[in-house]
T-cell receptor, first 117, second 111 residues
Framework: DARVTQTPRHKVTEMGQEVTMRCQPI?????VFWYRQTMMQGLELLAY????????DSGMPKDRFSAEMPDATLATLKIQPSEPRDSAVYFC???????????????FGPGTRLTVL | AQSVTQLGSHVSVSEGALVLLRCNYS??????LFWYVQYPNQGLQLLLK??????LVKGINGFEAEFKKSETSFHLTKPSAHMSDAAEYFC?????????FGTGTRLLVSP
């Protein structure tokens, strides 16, 4: 049963610390999405990749957030330095896109619940 | 640009009653429309999707939705609610690769 995996599932850290969240997309999927979910803002798209290339990161605070795909089996979202307002659940999703104009179902991971004190 | 409006942040129904969750969309291109469900402490799971073709789409767990272009709507229905349907439901729209979600509707089911 293919699933998107995310680690860690929970992270508590102090303000100013670096946080790295990892995502393993479903094998064979070529698009990866990072979302943030909060009570106030709902689900926000932070960034997404196709064939490991970043296509859009306009939803991501550039000064402290960075997203990368070191290889096809790993996507990372890093926050440095972290702030209390970054507390949220961060979801990774993957999908299979035939071309740049098509869309296919996104499969979501279970999320990383981040608390910044 | 695409956007989604979900009417009602909370919907309460009794077990066995009709479920109706409303979604209106805006899209500058022919839309693909989705409904996802999120159970507590879990990620989102696809319920159903409309891309092209038949406007009445059937999904998992007895849910269905109808694409009405003239009304720019994609409402989610289920004839008879079950306690296990209690969750948060998200409508989404995309014209290309980005999926834009609504703010979600929490469905509460009472015995």
């Amino acid at each position: 049963d293919a699933r998107v995996t995310q680690t860690p599932r929970h992270k508590v850290t102090e303000m100013g610390q670096e946080v790295t969240m990892r995502c393993q997309p479903i094998l064979g999927h070529n698009t990866v999405f990072w979302y943030r979910q909060t009570m106030m803002q709902g689900l926000e798209l932070l960034a997404y990749f196709r064939n490991r290339a970043p296509l859009d990161d306009s939803g991501m605070p550039k000064d402290r957030f960075s997203a990368e795909m070191p290889d096809a089996t790993l996507a990372t979202l890093k926050i440095q330095p972290s702030e209390p307002r970054d507390s949220a659940v961060y979801f990774c999703a993957s999908g299979l896109s035939v071309d740049s104009s098509s869309y296919n179902e996104q499969f979501f991971g279970p999320g990383t619940r981040l608390t910044v004190l | 640009a695409q956007s989604v409006t979900q009417l009602g942040s909370h919907v309460s129904v009794s077990e066995g009653a009709l479920v109706l969750l409303r979604c209106n969309y805006s899209s500058s291109v022919p839309p693909y429309l989705f409904w996802y469900v999120q159970y507590p402490n879990q990620g989102l799971q696809l319920l159903l999707k409309y891309t092209t073709g038949a406007t009445l789409v059937k999904g998992i767990n007895g849910f269905e939705a109808e694409f009405k272009k003239s009304e720019t709507s994609f409402h989610l229905t289920k004839p008879s609610a079950h306690m296990s349907d209690a969750a948060e439901y998200f409508c989404g729209v995309t014209g290309f690769q980005k999926l834009v979600f609504g703010t979600g509707t929490r469905l509460l089911v009472s015995p």
